[in-house]
């Protein structure tokens, strides 16, 4: 049996009083797209921080293609195969598009003229070579939400975490966004986490689903048989009431 890219073993976090994650545990397997959803508050984008390391957890143990990643130094998890977009857009608007994606390879050693000739392929995988050499700044969000994805990429990532990908799309970019995921993954041969709430979209491109709930894992299986279940639906439900 293959390794799982990603293995998340009762991982734990606080906050001062207050419980974000409860002993979370989820693998990702090889050329695997897998969902994670749950309802505002649950802990999805926590998770994320301590995957790469920008939290680090008070237990549990989290490795990545067998190795401990929480032995990692926090600077080497981009270096180590572990690249993430974010729910709101880190790009640089004065740089050019094609700078933007350059600057995601700076974990890699290279030629500057030979990273530069990779960016463009980049993104011109992901429909952006029109848009290479105009600034960041004034370009639709959707193109934007791509530009982020190109830099991710331009790591050579492993696994690509994905953080609501499809927020402040519209429904068409959704389905565009949804073919093109699964484009890059088999494209690029890696593994996607993806944390979403655009329920489509999930149905749509994930092999298997996680959701969460006040940092506890209630769901884990197929996205239909996910999506039918009740304590998944009661989580919400009762949130949205609330």
């Known amino acids: 049996m293959s390794v799982a890219v990603l293995d998340v073993r009762d991982v734990r976090i606080h906050f001062g009083g207050v419980t974000a994650l409860d002993g979370i545990s989820l693998t990702v397997d090889p050329g695997e797209i897998c969902g994670l959803i749950g309802p505002n508050g649950a802990g999805k984008t926590t ?16 490795r990545f293609g067998g190795a401990d990643l929480l032995a990692v130094p926090r600077h080497r998890i981009v270096r180590h195969g572990v690249a993430r977009t974010f729910q709101n ?30 960016a ?37 990532p492993r696994l690509l975490l994905l953080d609501e990908p499809a927020g402040g799309l519209t429904h068409a970019e959704v389905r565009d966004l949804g073919a093109l995921i699964k484009r890059i993954r088999d ?7 993806l944390v979403e709430h655009h329920m489509g979209l999930v149905m749509g491109i994930c092999d298997h689903v996680v959701a969460m709930d ?22 919400y439900l009762g949130r949205a009431a609330a």
């Open 214 to 235: 006040s940092g506890r894992k209630i769901a884990d299986g197929p996205p239909q048989d996910v999506q039918r279940d009740e304590t998944v639906a009661a989580a």
């Open 187 to 193: 494209r690029y041969e890696l593994s996607a986490l």
């Open 47 to 62: 998770l994320f921080n301590c995957i790469t390391r920008i939290y680090r957890p008070d237990a549990g143990t989290i």
């Open 89 to 118: 857009l880190a790009l640089f608007p004065s740089l050019s598009v094609l700078e933007n994606t350059v600057v995601g390879a700076h974990v890699r050693r290279g030629r500057h003229r030979a990273l530069r000739a990779e």
């Open 120 to 156: 463009l392929g980049i993104l011109a995988a992901l429909d952006l070579a029109d848009v290479a050499h105009r600034p960041a700044q004034g370009l639709p969000f959707g193109t934007l939400k791509r530009v982020e994805l190109a830099r991710a990429l331009a790591a050579h």
